[in-house]
């Protein structure tokens, strides 16, 4: 799955199209709220951002917590939960990408372990990776955003979260971080 997922991110940047620029990639709409962007504002029900699906609503599907030696568990596990929601082929593989890019980044910022929760509300899939760690400043919520430069080392992995799935929402404080994507099961 792994290579047919950069496969598809390859496809994307090789489309028929001739080459854009950085400052050509999409930014965020100034008429998006804060921490949400490229999908449509909607509701996510949610507990408080630690929290899992709000009681009552939704399927569940995964709740699983990780360090840097389950990461490889935990895109299977959210590849075999994933299918059983009802999301496509193509979908799916997005779904394996975004909640990886989201593990490694708790377990790299975020104190080495985080918690990983999967479940069905109507017709989208929420994926929601929470830490305990230090938070991100208000300028790293902007900073992901924008199209990292094409020289930079990292920093691009909240750009291809964001970029793939249909919504993201974060929440973040001294006391951790919580991210929630989401995909349409349409």
């Known amino acids: 799955m792994m290579s047919s997922s950069f496969g598809y991110l390859r496809r994307m940047a090789q489309a028929d199209r ?14 998006r709220p804060a921490g949400i962007w490229p999908g449509p504002p909607r509701a996510v029900p949610v507990d408080p951002p630690t929290g ?3 009681a009552g609503d ?21 590849a075999a ?3 059983t929601l009802g999301l496509s082929a193509d979908r ?14 708790a377990v790299r910022h975020g104190g080495g372990r985080g918690r990983l929760r999967l479940w069905r ?4 899939v929420c994926c929601r990776v929470s830490d305990d760690g230090p938070g991100m400043v208000d300028q790293d919520l902007q900073e992901w955003r924008r199209p990292p430069s094409v020289q930079a080392e990292g920093g ?27 995909f349409s099961v349409n």
């Open 121 to 124: 509300d109507g017709d989208t």
């Open 92 to 105: 799916l593989e997005l779904l394996v990408v975004v909640a990886h890019e989201l593990a490694s980044n």
């Open 81 to 83: 939960h994933g299918g």
């Open 156 to 182: 691009r992995g909240l750009y291809f979260v964001q970029a793939l799935a249909d919504a993201v929402t974060v929440h973040s404080s001294a006391t951790g971080t919580a991210v929630t994507a989401t």
């Open 18 to 31: 001739p080459p854009r620029a950085d400052t050509e990639l999409p930014s965020v709409p100034p008429d």
């Open 52 to 54: 899992g699906p709000a």
């Open 58 to 78: 939704g399927s569940a599907g995964l709740d699983q917590t990780f360090d840097r030696d389950a990461l490889v568990a935990l895109r299977s596990a959210v």
